[in-house]
Structures are given as C-alpha cells and as structure tokens.
C-alpha cells in the first residue's frame, strides 16, 4: 500500500511540474511587431520581485539606462526610454516581448537581450581572438523575466 501511495505521490509531483514547465530561451515565439503572447512559466509574475531584478546590478539592471520613478536606486540612466507609465504605452505581451529581446520590437536597440542564448555576433574572435563560447545563459531565468514584467504593468502614468 506505501509503495503505491508513493508512486502516486510522484505521478501528481510530475504532472504538477510538466503543467508549469518554461519556455526556454530558443523557443519563445515572437509576434510580427515583437510581442509574446504566452507568459514563459504559465504563471503570473511578482512584481515586488520584478523591482529587486529592476533595481539589482547584479541581477536586470534596468536603472542602469532606464528612469523609473517607483524604484529606488542611487543611479537612473537615461540611455533608454523612460519606464514611468510603460503600461500605459505597451500591453503585457509586448512588455515581455522588449525584456526577452527588445530586438525584435525595436531594430538597432542597444537593450541586451535579457532570456536569450543566441546566436550572437562575436567580434572578439576577429580583434582578440577571445570572444565568447557560442551558448551564453541567459541574462535572466523565465521566472525573473515574468517578475520584471509584472513590475512593468504597475508603472502607470501619474
């Protein structure tokens, strides 16, 4: 009888994790204008958490080119567009298509691709011989991607 709770125990613990598995970085589909529709973990994200990843150096960054008001951070950049009111001018989907790869919404941008592997141009091989290893992780995981995302929809007009 332990033995066959056990084994249902694990088929639920399976089925649980398949359900919510993420969208890996090769795989995201972007729309025609840049969007992504489907959110990479299948589930929402949390904006206190997306404010942490906005604020950290070590972790997105944003404030490092970005000014946004709701964060409190010793350096705002002003490389990129302000991010006050940024659910005001883009819907979810689009926001999670800038951070994923603003690229595809924004040709010639120097926003980094924040859940990208590759392919990547690498000139370091044709200056000094010491570009990086063609596979690179990604900047942030799905999980931070949705938290940043969730913190983006909160940042309406004043």
């Not at 089925?15 to 919510?20: E, L, M, Q, R």
């Not at 926003?111 to 011989?129: L, Q």
Request: charged share 20%; hydrophobic share 45%; proline share 6%.
């Amino acid at each position: 009888m332990k033995r066959h709770v056990a084994w249902a125990a694990m088929a639920v613990t399976f089925a649980a994790s398949a359900a919510i598995a993420e969208t890996a970085p090769m795989d995201v589909k972007f729309t025609d204008v840049g969007a992504v529709a489907e959110s990479l973990t299948g589930q929402p994200g949390d904006a206190a958490k997306g404010a942490e990843v906005a604020a950290t150096k070590s972790l997105g960054n944003c404030v490092a080119c970005h000014k946004v008001s709701a964060l409190d951070a010793s350096f705002q950049g002003n490389v990129g567009p302000e991010l006050n009111g940024a659910a005001d001018r883009w819907d979810e989907s689009q926001l999670r298509g800038i951070v994923v790869d603003a690229k595809h919404t924004f040709e010639g941008t120097v926003m980094p691709a924040m859940y990208k592997t590759g392919p990547f141009i690498r000139p370091g091989d044709g200056y000094t011989g010491k570009a990086a290893p063609a596979d690179l992780p990604p900047i942030l995981n799905a999980r931070q991607v949705e938290d940043v995302v969730a913190f983006l929809m909160t940042l309406k007009e004043e």
